[in-house]
């Protein structure tokens, strides 16, 4: 499970402790009806809420291919991610995720799944949802899933998957296809699949 993500990028202590957040077989999108979104290009640095804090930094870059047969690069809808932190009490450390932008009704989502030993490698793919927002100055605030809100889901029939209970909360795992999930999340009230206090990301450059 991914457990640094969100903590830095996308919101909370940890993105996917044990019954933080749901994760899914598949993404709200495939590469060929994602969106590339390049309001997210660039360099950000999280809000501190304490000066103590570890000082952090992310970049955002849609992967690119070679020039085509016309000499233009391509850009591919794949969404690069790479975080560098930057621990008091040690060095530096850094990691690595890949995402699919979405746009569903009047709102904008990442499907994504962190990059590392043994990706792409036999072992399965598992995806996180967020939503999130880019505002005038290019700083974006994302929301993280609600764990509770998709183990409802699944519970009522909505949606296929399992909720596997314990001490910690519910772990829960979306095995429904794209298609189904994209049509259940836009025919939802966003603020409460991904609810709670955004997470906060200032644009340093592009």
Not at 68 to 88: A, F, I, M, S, Y
Request: aromatic share 10%; net charge positive; proline share 5%.
């Amino acid at each position: 499970m991914n457990t640094r993500f969100l903590p830095a990028l996308l919101a909370a202590a940890s993105l996917l402790l044990a019954g933080c957040v749901p994760v899914s077989k598949n993404p709200l999108s495939t590469p060929a009806n994602s969106t590339i979104d390049s309001r997210l290009e660039g360099i950000y640095v999280p809000r501190r809420e304490r000066k103590d804090e570890d000082l952090s930094g992310w970049h955002f870059h849609y992967h690119g291919l070679k020039a085509g047969p016309n000499g233009q690069p391509r850009t591919t809808p794949w969404l690069e991610v790479l975080g560098v932190e930057h621990v008091k009490d040690g060095g530096l450390k850094g990691d690595a995720y890949r995402a699919l932008t979405t746009h569903l009704g009047a709102h904008d989502y990442l499907s994504f799944y962190e990059l590392g030993a043994g990706a792409g490698k036999g072992k399965a793919t598992f995806y996180s949802f967020a939503r999130y927002e880019v505002n005038w100055a290019g700083d974006l605030r994302v929301w993280t899933a609600n764990s509770e809100a998709f183990a409802q889901a699944i519970k009522s029939g909505k949606l296929r998957g399992t909720v596997k209970q314990h001490k910690m909360g519910d772990d829960v795992m979306l095995t429904d296809s794209t298609e189904n999930l994209a049509a259940f999340v836009k025919a939802s009230d966003p603020a409460r699949l991904f609810s709670g206090e955004p997470m906060i990301f200032h644009r340093l450059a592009r």
